[in-house]
């Protein structure tokens, strides 16, 4: 089973800053395989990035996604308060068909 | 527009089996282009995913789950349907269904998720 380890486990920035989470597998993995999701409090995690870098319908071009092989990377520039939440990033497998990582928080 | 609504018991006794139902409000579950899954998250924690099913009837089940888990579907009612049987207090958690398609492999449309406590 592949595990995914997400760093850093908290990020505090300020709106305006750059934010950049990583997400890494403990196996080499295709970037198709690869997702990012965004959960704000009581809220459903919402899909943001696909095959590692592909920006699903509606995201804002001010989140990325880029890497390869082993790390990958969402990059959030110019932070608006509305994106502090968890990120969670998620690999599409074999069994199970779907991990996720343990997430990072983004905070103020 | 797509909407999955979770339904079910808020509680539950250890021991018993928790019993959902997703209940789609558009379009049909049959739909060769989708996968409908059930993630849960535990208070506090990360998310994980259970299991997920296709129209065919395929269903896909995380390991660590899997011999207490069935996922079914009933295409004339719009619902999916999550057991889990056995549970205990590690199984509380706010549960959601998901769908996965439409050419992309990740779950896309998301329920409001509904919170099960385990306890006596």
């Known amino acids: 089973e592949i595990v995914l380890t997400q760093s850093p486990g908290t990020l505090s920035l300020s709106p305006g800053e750059r934010a950049t989470l990583s997400c890494r597998t403990s196996?080499?993995?295709?970037?198709?395989?690869l997702a990012w999701y965004q959960q704000k409090p009581g809220q459903a995690p919402r899909l943001l990035i696909y095959?590692?870098?592909s920006r699903a319908t509606g995201i804002p071009d001010r989140f990325s996604g880029t890497g390869s092989g082993t790390d990958f990377t969402l990059t959030i520039t110019r932070l608006e308060p509305e994106d502090f939440a968890v990120y969670y990033c998620?690999?599409?497998?074999?069994?199970?068909?779907?991990?996720f990582g343990q997430g990072t928080k983004l905070d103020i | 527009q797509l909407q999955l609504q979770e339904s079910g018991p808020g509680l539950v006794k250890p021991s018993e089996t928790l019993s959902l139902i997703c209940t789609v409000s558009d379009g049909s579950i049959s739909s060769s282009n989708y996968y409908w899954g059930w993630i849960r998250q535990p208070p506090g924690k990360g998310l994980e995913w259970i299991g997920s099913?296709?129209?065919?009837?395929?269903?896909y089940y995380n390991p660590s789950l899997k011999s207490r888990v069935t996922i079914s579907a009933e295409a004339s009612k719009k619902q999916v349907s999550l057991k889990l049987r056995s549970v205990t207090a590690a199984d509380t958690a706010i549960y959601y269904c998901a769908r996965q398609g439409g050419g992309i492999l990740f779950p896309l449309n998301w329920g409001q998720g509904t919170l099960v406590t385990v306890s006596s």
């Open positions: 196996q080499s993995i295709s970037a198709s395989y």
């Open positions: 099913i296709y129209y065919g009837g395929s269903t």
């Open positions: 998620l690999l599409y497998g074999d069994s199970p068909l779907y991990t």
């Open positions: 095959g590692a870098s």
